[in-house]
Each structure stands twice: as structure tokens, then as C-alpha cells.
């Protein structure tokens, strides 16, 4: 259908403004197309100032007929609005912490709050599964209302936090998943090719998806046939160097001993990754273990790994599965019957691991109503990447999974989970390799984006902030990743933009890492969303937070005005001056660690009448604990107790720095800082996943002694210089490390 999408939206406004219902009707009664209709919602967005979509504006002009009509046609119903002119800063924040700010409105919240019952009742109704948009017209229904993409072009950004319904009536993608499922029911699970191979082997040899193991395996495929050459799958696998593949092979209990007809092995066809990840399981391998009765191999090996127990293990027409077959010969052998015991504890976990990782929607929802101990919805599945079961959904793209694990209890908040490396072979699920947080995850340009505004609804605002070990916060990572620019405006404008103010370890801001990576994209993004979506509230924030001036030589593509003339509009405001003279600004900054650092109370609480935070991250609240002075955090804690949440460059809190500093010297620090609300602190993880407890143990180390003396040293913008106060007792006063600039 050919529809000019601006001249539908210019007239959509003015009927919605005239509650002119029937003529809205007519416009858009015609259009079934989600994609056309998510445009014009878009479109409606774009050209609105301030920001609002079509069916927060046809409520706020107290059409309910025609916001209920919205809904039917499939309008996007969980956008988030601010009030025009409202802003959330930190001293916001701090009134309402993880709650949604009373600045902000939902076409719920607006539905409730002007008494619109049936158009509430309905928006409920939706959320809850309850009711399927379009059911109510007598037009034709808006076809695939299901979740899209937001649009790739650029547009004046809004706040957007849908939602995602998703209905298992509606049309799917086709998934990897799905076509594996179909070809078992097309070929039957004891299909045999030419030369003896099963479904497994073909998908292999046709080097299909890790899912299809899974699919397979579940739907029954023995795991352990040999073709005529006398090869399993698994040898297939190893043969083709995919890793991968060999690992959901072995967790599907394929027995690494077979031989073909050369007498080789899997292990001797493996190259080194592949080899190394197989000896992890050697001698003998879970199935060998099983039948030659040794129970505490066995256990070694299944305590490693996860492993399916009703995979078909043995036999081919009448085959066994592995829970199966112990059950038979656990009553002739009592160290079988060890084993036994070993799988019917993990019985239930491992069912709904293999449902997950099948993709099976219905299957996992079953197994999960069934379950009375979640505990596996938080555990990491011992697979070789240490993953949880919603990380492995999100890396499988698959939203709807998403949702219902995270229905049912999976944690979002404060998860971190290993970077996947596909030859990482180490089973280790300590995560003392890299992590990041969950969240990040859901970024990237290949995965669908409604998976990580899905997230940003159920998790706490503050995941935005957490970093990554480079120190990245998730909008960093999203610019890394090449993630789409309209993307990259939902996450600014989720934070308000206050995101634009984070650095990395290495300093930089968002604009700066754009830059350096490449995005001038990102760059004019960014630059547009500064003009156009943040005010003198917002702009006061960029010298308290040493933001580099010149970074604002911007202009405004629609007024022709620059961020400074722009400035020049406000000179009747009394925070004028503060932001158009940074050097001021951080030169007051600068007197106020100093002051903090020596120890001076008077002069502290003199200069105290901000939030200041340098090029490294670091507070005046920082510099007094590393300087050892407990009267100036105290003070901090009584005027400024927000100090206690701000981390530095490296995501390392106030409270990681006490526990860095000698035992007798810190304790006094921990216990001031975890004195009131010690629960928004003391679970606060660094750039590494470390809490600021585990610093105790690490305190004599060189790393944190040279994070001390970092922290002594450098100037606000990062350059090595003399101690900002006097050396605390007992203090190294000689770096620890050959430092940067020395």
C-alpha cells in the first residue's frame, strides 16, 4: 500500500486534536501493514516538540475513543515520555532512586491519572497477555503485530521503552530452531543416510547451527551412531574444527572412546583447542565412566559439564537414554546406583537446560510451572563460556525465551557473565576471566533491540552505568559493536543523556570513543541529542564533570544556532555563569579535592555545593578516603551522601578504596560508609566483577597499591603529579609499578 507517511501523520495529529474519530478511521482504517504502521508511529514522533508519540497525544487531548482506537491499530502502547522542560539529574535521582521518576509518563500512567478506566483496563489487559490488539474492530487487523526493529534512519530521539508482546498466534520469524524440528518430523529421528550417518551427522557435514544438536538430540537421534566408516558425529565435529559442535555433542553424552575404522578416536582427530577441551573429560569419558562402573569419574566429569539425561545413548530402533539405561543397571550395581543419584538430583535442571537451549518455548514454560527450585534460572549451566540460561537466550536472539525466563525469576540486575570466546576451552565458571555485565549482551547489531529495551523495563536503571573491564558502559559497547544509530539515541535517552557524561578507564567520553572507533555517525548523533533533547539543567553537568569545552563547538542543524549561542538564551538564569566559564568551574572542582585531601573541614564545606568528578572519575569523596581523611567523608556523608554511589573511571566506588587501605586504617572507612543504605554500596562491582569486600584480600598487592597511588597522584586530568595532601602513615611514596608518565 502506497501511503506518504509525513502527510498521514500531519493529518493524523489534526483529527486526533479534533477528536475527529471516523476521519482517523478513514486514514488509517485501510493500512495492515505493522511496518507501515510503525513508521507513521515513528514519523509522529519525530516531528513532535516535544517529544510525544500518537497515542500519548490523543490522550493528553482527552480522546479516549481514539486512543482506544490507537491500541487497536497496533500503536506502540510502552513508550516513556518526560513532562517537556523536566529533567532527571542525580539530585532527582537520589529523591526516587530506582523507582520510575514522577517525571516521566507512560500512556498507562497518563490513562490512569485522567480517568480513562476502558483504556487503562484494555492496556492492561494487553500486558498481561490477556488480549491481542485489533480484536476489537471491525476492519481488517493490522497483520505480524508482533516486535520490530525500530527504524534505521536518523530522528529527534524520545524516550522508548516498549514492552514487547508477543503472542504465539502471531507469525514468526523461521528459526534456526524451528527447522531443525521440522526436518525430524519430515525425516523421522532414526533417519539413515547413504552411508550410515544420522540427522546429526548431516547437519554437521552441512555445518549448521550448535541448535540443532540440541533439537535433534531431545527430539531422540542417537548421539552415539556410526556411519560407515564407522564415525559418530562427534568424530564428524572434531573433524570440521568446531568446537562448538563438539561441546553440545558431549553435553548430549556422546561417547568420546568410539573408534572408527582407521581405530581412531575423537580425541586423536582433534586439533589442540578442541583437544584440550576433550581431555578435560579423559579418562574415560561420561558414557565409558557409566559402563565400566566408576562412580567418582563420573561424578569429575559431570561436575564439569552439564549433561542432557535423556538423550538416546545406546541402541538405534529401541534406543536408551542415558537416565534410562542407569536406572537399569543401577539395580545389579551399586556404584551405577551412585551415578543414579548423581542424575535424578539434577534431573529437573538438566530438563530445562535442554529446553532452553533447544529454543522450545512450550517445553521450557512446562518445565518451569512444574519446578519448585529456580535455583537454575540464576546458576551458570557449566557449559565452557560459565553462561546463565537467560545469556544464552539472549545470545540466541530469541525474545520471547527472554521474556518468559525472566518471568519466572531469572536475575537481571548485577549478573555478569564471561565475554564469549569461541576457542575458550577452560570450563571455568569462577568468572576470573573478563566479564561484562548482562545487559551488555543484548547490544549488539546482529541481535534484535527490543531484546535490550525488554531488559532496561525489568532491570534498574543503574546497569547503564556498570562497565565492562576496558571500562566501557554499555553505550560505549553499543558504539564498538557498530549498533544502529537510532539504537544508540534510546540508550542516551534512556539515561537522559546523562551517559554522555561517563568515561572509560582510558578517559574518554562517548563523543570521544565515537571518534576514536570510527562512528561520525555516533558523533553527529550525539551532537544533535545535546542540542535538541538536553538543557541548562543537563549542560550544568558538563564542567562539573570536567567535560572537555571543545567538545561543544557544536551548531544545531535546525536553528543554525551553536551550543553557546544556544547558552546565550538562558543568561537570565543563575547557573548561566558557571556553565559558560568551565575553567572556573573546574578550577573550584580542583580546590575542593585538594581541601578534601588535606583535611581542611571549613574550606570543604565551603566549596562543597556539587557533585564534582574529574577526567579520572574520582570524587572529592574518593581523594579524602585515599588521604585518610574519616572527618571530611563523614561530612560527605551527611551533605553529600550521593558520594557514596559515584564510582570512578574504572566503576570502583568509595567503599572499593576503603577496603583498599590498610586494615586498621579502612575499617573505619567501611563501617562510616556502610552506615546508612549500605545495600546501594556494598554489592557495587568494579570494572572486573570484583565487589569492594574482595579488595581486602588484595590490598598488599601491587595492583592496588598502584591504584593508590593513582588516586594520590594524578591531577584531575590525569596527568602524574605531586600527593594533592599529605601522605597518609604508612603510605609508599614510590610508585609500585612503572606508571604512565613517570
Known amino acids: 500500500m502506497d501511503v506518504d507517511v509525513a502527510e498521514t501523520v500531519r493529518k493524523l495529529r489534526d483529527f486526533i486534536k479534533a477528536g475527529q474519530l471516523q476521519n482517523i478511521q478513514r486514514l488509517i482504517g485501510p493500512i495492515t501493514d505493522f511496518k507501515l504502521i510503525n513508521a507513521i508511529d515513528e514519523q509522529f514522533v519525530t516531528q513532535s516538540s516535544p517529544s510525544t508519540d500518537a497515542l500519548n497525544f490523543a490522550i ?24 517537556a522542560g523536566a529533567h532527571c539529574d542525580q539530585w532527582c535521582m537520589e529523591g526516587h532512586g530506582p523507582s520510575r521518576c514522577p517525571k516521566e509518563y507512560s500512556a498507562t500512567s497518563q490513562a490512569q491519572d485522567k480517568g480513562m478506566l476502558r483504556l487503562k483496563n484494555l492496556l492492561d489487559a494487553i500486558h498481561h497477555r490477556n488480549y491481542k490488539p485489533g480484536t476489537g474492530l471491525t476492519e481488517p487487523a493490522v497483520e505480524n503485530h508482533m516486535p520490530h526493529p525500530p527504524t534505521q534512519r536518523e530522528h529527534k530521539p524520545h524516550i522508548h521503552r516498549p514492552l514487547p508482546m508477543v503472542s504465539t498466534t502471531h507469525k514468526k520469524e523461521v528459526r534456526p530452531a524451528d527447522i531443525a524440528r521440522s526436518i525430524v518430523q519430515s525425516h523421522g529421528r532414526l533417519y539413515s543416510s547413504k552411508t550410515g550417518g544420522s540427522l546429526l551427522h548431516m547437519s554437521i557435514e552441512r555445518d549448521q547451527p550448535q541448535v540443532y544438536v540440541y533439537v535433534f538430540a531431545h527430539a531422540g537421534v542417537p548421539v552415539n551412531i556410526q556411519d560407515v566408516n564407522g564415525d559418530t558425529a562427534l568424530h564428524l565435529a572434531v573433524r570440521r574444527k568446531r568446537l562448538d559442535l563438539v561441546e553440545a555433542l558431549v553435553q548430549c553424552c556422546a561417547d568420546i572412546s568410539l573408534r572408527n575404522k582407521l581405530g581412531q578416536t575423537p580425541l586423536d582427530e582433534a586439533d589442540l583447542i578442541i583437544q584440550q577441551f576433550l581431555k578435560m573429560f579423559e579418562p574415560p569419558g561420561l558414557y565409558s565412566a557409566l559402563f565400566k562402573s566408576r562412580d567418582q569419574a563420573f561424578g569429575r566429569i559431570f561436575r564439569k559439564s552439564w549433561c542432557s539425561v535423556e538423550t538416546v545413548v545406546k541402541g538405534k530402533a529401541d534406543g536408551k537414554t542415558l537416565i534410562n539405561l542407569v536406572r537399569e543397571r543401577s539395580e545389579k550395581d551399586n556404584k551405577v546406583w551412585k551415578c543414579l543419584r548423581m542424575l535424578q538430583d539434577n534431573e529437573q535442571s538438566s530438563l530445562l537446560i535442554h529446553a532452553v537451549l533447544q529454543e522450545d518455548i512450550n517445553m521450557t514454560r512446562n518445565i518451569l510451572k512444574k519446578m519448585k527450585n529456580k535455583e537454575t534460572l540464576q546458576s551458570r549451566f557449566r557449559d565452557r563460556k560459565g553462561k546463565t540460561l537467560l545469556s544464552h537466550a539472549i545470545e540466541a536472539n530469541n525474545l520471547e525465551l527472554v521474556q518468559l525466563l525472566v518471568e519466572n525469576g531469572a536475575n537481571v540486575n548485577q549478573i555478569r557473565v564471561r565475554e564469549s570466546q569461541e576457542d575458550d576451552i577452560t570450563l571455568d565458571t569462577s568468572l576470573t576471566e573478563a566479564t561484562v555485565p548482562l545487559f551488555f549482551k543484548a547490544v549488539h547489531a546482529d541481535l534484535d ?33 557498530d549498533v ?34 570510527g562512528r561520525p555517525d555516533v558523533v553527529k548523533a550525539i551532537d544533535r541529542y545535546i542540542l535538541q533533547n538536553m538543557n541548562l539543567n543537563s549542560w550544568i553537568q558538563f564542567p562539573i564533570r570536567f567535560y572537555r569545552p571543545e567538545l561543544l563547538n557544536i551548531t544545531d542543524e535546525q536553528s543554525g544556532k551553536t551550543f553557546w549561542e544556544k547558552l546565550e538564551e538562558e543568561k537570565e ?110 554489592n557495587r562491582m568494579d570494572k572486573d566483577g570484583r565487589v569492594a569486600a574482595e579488595y581486602a584480600d588484595l590490598r598488599n598487592t601491587v595492583d592496588i597499591q598502584q591504584m593508590l597511588y593513582d588516586a594520590r597522584t594524578l591531577d584531575a586530568y590525569g596527568k602524574r603529579g605531586p600527593p594533592l595532601g599529605p601522605w597518609p602513615y604508612g603510605a609508599s611514596k614510590v610508585p609500585p609499578t612503572k606508571v604512565r608518565g613517570d
Open 60 to 83: 493528553s487531548c482527552q480522546q479516549e475513543p481514539v486512543a482506544i482506537y490507537l491500541v487497536e491499530k497496533s500503536f506502540q502502547i510502552d513508550r516513556v515520555f518526560q513532562v
Open 449 to 481: 533491540p527490543n531484546i535490550a529495551k525488554y531488559l532496561d523495563n525489568v532491570q534498574k536503571k543503574i546497569e547503564h552505568t556498570e562497565k565492562d573491564c576496558e571500562g566501557n558502559t554499555v553505550l560505549f559497547r553499543a558504539i564498538l559493536e
Open 484 to 517: 544502529p544509530v537510532s539504537t544508540i539515541f534510546w540508550l542516551m535517552d534512556t539515561m537522559s543523556g546523562s551517559n554522555l557524561l561517563d568515561r572509560n578507564k582510558n578517559g574518554l567520553t562517548a563523543k570521544e570513543f565515537a571518534e576514536e572507533n
Open 573 to 682: 538564569n543563575q547557573n548561566l555563569k558557571r556553565v559558560m566559564d568551565f575553567a572556573q568551574t573546574e578550577k573550584h572542582a580542583i580546590s575542593l579535592f585538594e581541601a578534601a585531601a588535606s583535611g581542611f573541614l571549613d574550606q570543604v564545606k565551603n566549596l562543597n555545593d556539587a557533585l564534582y568528578q574529574d577526567r579520572n572519575g574520582y570524587t572529592a569523596m574518593i581523594r579524602a578516603i585515599v588521604f585518610n581523611q574519616l572527618e571530611i567523608v563523614n561530612e560527605f556523608c551527611i551533605s553529600k551522601p550521593l558520594l557514596k554511589s559515584i564510582p570512578d573511571n574504572c566503576n570502583r566506588y568509595p567503599l572499593h578504596y576503603a577496603y583498599m587501605l590498610p586494615r586498621e586504617q579502612g575499617k573505619q572507612f567501611i563501617q562510616l560508609l556502610l552506615e546508612k543504605d549500605a545495600e546501594a554500596v556494598e
